[in-house]
């Protein structure tokens, strides 16, 4: 018999260690040579590193959330061979270096260090014990209810089905006892089919904050500390929008995309930015610098299985309505399907967040830092407004924003608002 001791390998690109945030194997497991091992993320990318070996597991290095360093211990796998020391060393070499390259590692997925990035996430193992099944109610194999008559009255006056009441008494008899239970823990009306009520949930399942939720715990309290947010809130009259976009849908070719209320507010966006310099920008406040960007780079939040990402759509300010349309489809769907490359997740100047039908009526979306503002984009809806006098049915949208009130001033914030505003409402001045 032989160990084949693996150690994590230098992944590249400066990275001296890694985050272990979930274990394809365990010990005893056997595996095949490139058989998915482990899943490692670092500060630029998750990737899954394959066995260099076949055989069995024998030992594991480091739990789901632990840090590892390049050149440490991740696992040994019994080989069930000799193994020489080219070949990873034997038991006795755990702390000495490899003397051959392992496996290659895949390409990395890469991850911003300053937007929401994709990564699998483990799904939380509950450690405490689950609640015990409800036990069907103890009666005799008759079916009938065994009770006194003050216990049946007693159930009659509070519209209680004895038929549901577990009895604790001989032959599964109900007592006052169990029938005071019953009706404390929420009882059950008479005629209806029996409910357990009796069992309180009282477990408690810690999850372990790792991978993606760690990073984004970490770029949420980077924000919320270091900036101090102002919100404003707008609603948007969007009928004349709504007409356009079922107009250019019903006209488009096979080619182009269905376009929805985004590319829209995007191109008007990317038009009125040179306008408010001060809000799509980077704000450097280490050095004290604020960094006015004229390109109009687009961060779309997009929420996934895997967690949040923020693809960008770069030089929206270049564009039309179909490659908007088009390259926000094209950066969202590598963020959903794991293949986002580095450049696609990095760059943004400012940041959109919708939640489509869940959008409601008002949130105080978290500034992506380094940005300086946010914008967020409610579900459209029919109400009732007031136009020239009158009362009439219109399509509404609800706008979110949030700023840097460091480089931001509230007048600056809204009059960005306010002028995104007139666009959509007059969406011919988005192509003018």
């Not at 840090?67 to 019994?78: K, Q, R």
């Not at 006795?92 to 937007?115: F, G, L, N, R």
């Not at 019953?182 to 477990?203: D, N």
Request: charged share 20%.
């Amino acid at each position: 018999m032989g160990n084949f001791v693996f150690k994590l390998p230098d992944i590249g690109e400066g990275v001296v260690e890694g985050e272990v945030v979930q274990w394809h194997v365990s010990v005893g497991d056997s595996v095949s040579e490139d058989d998915p091992l482990v899943d490692v993320m670092t500060d630029k990318a998750t990737v899954t590193i394959p066995s260099p070996e076949s055989g069995v597991i024998s030992s594991l290095s480091g739990g789901v959330g632990d840090m590892i360093a390049v050149g440490t211990t991740l696992l040994e796998i019994d080989t069930g061979g000799e193994v020489s020391a080219s070949e990873g060393g034997g038991s006795d070499d755990v702390d000495k270096p490899a003397e051959t390259t392992p496996a290659p590692v895949p390409a990395p997925v890469p991850i911003a260090a300053a937007d929401p990035v994709p990564t699998p996430v483990p799904d939380p193992v509950p450690t405490a014990a689950a609640a015990p099944a409800p036990k069907a109610p103890s009666q005799p194999a008759t079916g009938r209810v065994l009770a006194s008559p003050a216990v049946r009255k007693r159930a009659r006056e509070n519209d209680v089905d004895l038929s549901a009441v577990r009895g604790s008494g001989p032959a599964g008899r109900i007592r006052h006892a169990d029938l005071d239970a019953f009706i404390a823990a929420g009882g059950a009306i008479s005629g209806a089919p029996p409910i357990a009520y009796s069992v309180k949930r009282t477990e408690v399942t810690p999850v372990k904050v790792v991978g993606l939720r760690r990073k984004i715990s970490e770029q949420m309290s980077l924000a919320k500390s270091r900036i101090p947010h102002f919100s404003y809130f707008e609603e948007v009259d969007i009928t004349e929008l709504e007409s356009l976009r079922q107009i250019l849908n019903s006209t488009k070719d096979e080619t182009q995309p269905k376009l929805t209320y985004l590319p829209f507010i995007m191109l008007a966006l990317g038009k009125i930015m040179p306008e408010h310099p001060e809000c799509n920008a980077h704000f450097d406040d280490e050095g004290g610098v604020v960094l006015r960007q004229g390109a109009v780079n687009l961060g779309i939040a997009t929420q996934t299985e895997r967690g949040l990402y923020v693809p960008v759509v770069k030089h929206v300010e270049a564009m039309d309505i179909w490659n908007a349309a088009s390259e926000m489809q094209r950066v969202s769907g590598s963020a959903r399907d794991g293949t986002a490359s580095l450049d696609e997740l990095t760059g943004s100047t400012f940041t959109i967040t919708s939640l489509g039908r869940e959008g409601g009526l008002g949130a105080t979306p978290i500034i992506n830092h380094p940005e300086v503002s946010i914008l967020g984009v409610h579900k459209a809806r029919e109400m009732p407004v007031v136009k020239d006098g009158k009362i009439v049915i219109r399509r509404v949208m609800n706008l979110s924003s949030a700023f840097d009130h460091r480089v931001v001033d509230g007048a600056d914030g809204a009059s960005l608002i306010q002028h995104l505003k007139r666009m959509l409402e007059t969406p011919a001045l988005i192509f003018m």
